[in-house]
């Protein structure tokens, strides 16, 4: 189904749901029953989530230009350094340990 969209000089345009390539160019209003004529725009494609947009945007930079951290960031209070015992996940919480059947899998 494709998204048209009709402009009737009374209420102003309207969009109707047609399977694509059935469209007429002039259609009577639902609101008034005028007569409103086909207008023609680009796709529809500003109705993406604002979060969602921001996340695809931050995907597409990452394939050519990845954030790389060269050292523990000293705000997070994560001091980086594994010898003490004290590895942590991306969130803050301990990381869990690798599961047991992780060191039976073969090894090149």
Do not use: W
Not at 17 to 22: A, D, S, V, W
Not at 74 to 91: F, H, I, K, Y
């Amino acid at each position: 189904m494709a998204i048209y969209e009709y402009l009737c000089p009374e209420c102003g345009p309207f969009d109707v749901f047609l399977p694509m390539g059935t469209a007429p160019q002039a259609r009577n209003c639902a609101a008034c029953g005028g007569k409103a004529r086909r207008r023609y725009s680009g796709p529809n494609l500003r109705r993406v989530h604002p979060a969602l947009a921001a996340g695809l945007a931050m995907e597409e930079r990452s394939r050519e230009a990845p954030e790389v951290v060269h050292r523990p960031d000293a705000e997070s209070g994560d001091s980086g350094d594994a010898r003490e015992g004290t590895l942590r996940a991306a969130s803050g919480r301990p990381a869990r340990p690798p599961h047991p059947a992780l060191s039976r899998l073969p090894r090149p």
